[in-house]
């Protein structure tokens, strides 16, 4: 549904990007608003898909792809929307969706060995449940690399910034399709759960506003069935770097830089993951921190049923 915006001044459009609820609604129906860049992930290994109800569910429990290289095992299933969301130069752009999770083998406080691959030396480190298994919503514009996600387990739920590197968005100089596209490098990534709110069952409605004021300052929050838990300003910027506080999962490498009048369209997102790899996640331009986990410890049990339903986005302002 879109609703026309009343006057010049207040513009506003709501778009019900996908609910589900087309009769016989297929897989066809679905390929029409999603498509998966990344492959299917756990649906080639067994996992399973359905839209019984009126809503979207992906069970794969437990996980059974492993990946020891740069991001790819923290996809285990992702759907990218077919269609961007233009963010205005002075307003807001608002993502929403209702999720639930379920999230069997999670061992809180577990921890990972693995091993530093350019010294040999031994690697350990301590999970957030979020970390281990999540049903996520994410926001995303490849251009600059800057994500905004939601976390989702059966009893918490995690908000997560990040600005994706280069080498994984492809958002070099001279890309025809980012014209604005800057390097993003050890300086300029970085990934940080923000942090965990126990949750009851659900379903949850989880909120994504992007808000830009003119001038091209920047900010995000995160709303939680209609709370708002987090709102983060200076989006480039790493948490730490802002001395704000965080979970500690992860320290950023570099100063970041302010991005927020870079962005111009925001991208819909939505899957399963997991992510307990040590940043940067084997990035070539810091091969002293590059670290190899064996699959025995990146798949222990753990796995995630998601459901999403009634995609709604919400455009505020105008330019």
């Known amino acids: 549904m879109v609703v026309a915006p009343t006057t010049a001044v207040a513009a506003k459009t709501t778009v019900t990007y996908d609910d589900f609820n087309a009769p016989g609604f297929s897989t066809a129906d679905y390929a029409a608003k999603w498509s998966n860049p990344y492959g299917p992930g756990?649906?080639?290994?067994?996992?399973?898909?359905?839209?019984?109800?009126?809503?979207?569910?992906?069970?794969?429990?437990?996980?059974?792809?492993?990946?020891?290289?740069?991001?790819?095992?923290?996809?285990?299933?992702?759907?990218?929307?077919?269609?961007s969301f233009t963010v205005p130069r002075a307003g807001s752009v608002t993502f929403a969706s209702t999720m639930t999770a379920q999230t069997p083998g999670i061992v809180p406080g577990k921890t990972i060995t693995g091993?530093?691959?350019?010294?040999?030396?031994?690697?350990?480190?301590?999970?957030?449940?979020?970390?281990?298994?999540?049903?996520?919503?994410?926001?995303?514009?490849?251009c600059t690399g800057q994500l905004f996600d939601w976390f989702l387990t059966e009893d918490k739920a995690a908000p997560l910034i990040e600005r994706l590197p280069s080498n994984v968005t492809g958002n070099y100089p001279n890309n025809p399709n980012c014209p604005k596209g800057t390097y993003v490098g050890r300086d300029e990534m970085y990934t940080q759960f923000i942090k965990e709110i126990p949750?009851?069952?659900?379903?949850?409605?989880?909120?994504?506003?992007?808000?830009?004021?003119?001038?091209?300052?920047?900010?995000?929050?995160?709303?939680?069935?209609?709370?708002?838990?987090?709102?983060?300003?200076?989006?480039?910027?790493?948490?730490?770097?802002?001395?704000?506080?965080?979970?500690?999962?992860?320290?950023?490498?570099?100063?970041?830089?302010?991005?927020?009048?870079?962005?111009?369209?925001?991208?819909?997102?939505?899957?399963?993951?997991?992510?307990?790899?040590?940043?940067?996640?084997?990035?070539?331009?810091?091969?002293?921190?590059?670290?190899s986990i064996d699959p025995s410890q990146r798949i222990f049990g753990q796995g995630a049923i998601g459901t999403w339903d009634d995609f709604v986005v919400t455009t505020k302002g105008n330019g």
């Open 115 to 142: 091993t530093y691959t350019q010294s040999g030396a031994p690697y350990s480190a301590t999970l957030l449940d979020s970390q281990q298994a999540g049903v996520v919503m994410n926001v995303v514009d490849f």
């Open 42 to 83: 756990e649906l080639a290994a067994g996992a399973t898909q359905s839209f019984a109800g009126g809503r979207e569910t992906v069970a794969a429990a437990p996980f059974r792809t492993a990946y020891d290289f740069s991001v790819f095992d923290h996809l285990k299933y992702m759907a990218l929307a077919n269609t």
């Open 199 to 291: 949750v009851g069952p659900g379903p949850h409605r989880m909120e994504i506003t992007f808000s830009r004021q003119p001038g091209g300052n920047a900010s995000v929050e995160y709303v939680l069935d209609g709370k708002p838990v987090a709102k983060i300003k200076n989006i480039g910027i790493p948490l730490d770097k802002q001395g704000e506080s965080y979970t500690g999962t992860y320290p950023s490498l570099g100063p970041g830089e302010l991005i927020g009048d870079q962005i111009d369209n925001l991208s819909l997102a939505h899957g399963l993951f997991s992510v307990l790899d040590a940043f940067p996640f084997q990035h070539p331009d810091a091969p002293e921190l590059s670290v």
